[in-house]
């Protein structure tokens, strides 16, 4: 087994959120492989760094959403907060230069982010296998997921992994009572407070 060392991104860089966010990846991708989930997560090194089993990459963003927000409310004006009446998972191109453009299946089979349907098929199972994990561990914690961002690898023996990290940077949520925002849209929204949010996440996750 190869393993690499992942330094964890610290895109909106304030002090102490790419620690802050390891912690959370690490406790999740253990909740997650407890529950059945294969991921490329080994063990945590330090603040930040994590140590990961070596993946070949799809470039599939496979987004999950439980109400709707950000670009699913903008592009099909479906009100900001609305519960939806079913989990919807959606395909992005991981393409930068793209600008992450929307993949149906058959732009994933001409594009060869894959070889066959019935792998498209497996990440979105699994997708939904992990919000059922984490919407229900979340709710218990007073926090409402409403949408994430899940990154998928196949390892070398050509199993489909969950990889890269998953935290409040890739995730949405919000507080059940307050409706607080406790996740990267802070910064993206310039509502500040984002490293006592990541920090408050963390907490509940611990339990704190
Ligand atoms: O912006 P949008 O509403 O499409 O984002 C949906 C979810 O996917 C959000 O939780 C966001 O943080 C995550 N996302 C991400 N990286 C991207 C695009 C979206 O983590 N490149």
Redesign the pocket.
């Known amino acids: 087994m190869t393993l690499l060392r992942l330094t964890v991104k610290k895109k909106s860089s304030e002090a102490g959120k790419g620690a802050l966010n390891n912690k959370i990846s690490t406790e999740l991708f253990k909740l997650l492989e407890a529950n059945g989930i294969p991921t490329h997560f080994v063990k945590m090194l330090d603040d930040n760094h994590m140590l990961h089993t070596k993946v070949d990459v799809i470039l599939i ?1 496979v ?1 999950v959403r439980n109400i709707a ?4 409310s903008r592009n099909l004006g479906i009100e900001d907060g609305t519960v939806l009446p079913f989990t919807l998972v959606e395909f ?1 191109y991981k393409n930068d230069a793209l600008g ?1 453009p929307k993949l149906n299946d058959q732009h994933c089979l001409i594009l060869e982010l894959v070889e066959y349907q019935d792998e498209l098929d497996k990440l979105r199972r699994m997708a939904r296998q992990i919000n059922d994990i984490l919407k229900p561990y979340f709710a218990q914690k007073g926090l409402n997921l409403v ?3 899940l990154e998928f690898g196949k390892d070398n023996n050509g199993n489909i992994i969950l990889i890269d990290e998953i935290s409040p ?4 949520f919000w507080d059940i009572e307050s409706g607080e925002k406790m996740d ?1 849209d802070r910064f993206r929204q310039g509502l500040g407070g984002l490293t006592v949010a990541y920090e408050q996440v963390l907490n509940r996750i611990l339990g704190k």
């Open positions: 963003e987004i927000t950000g670009s699913l992005d992450d949408d994430f961002k940077d890739n995730c949405r990267k």
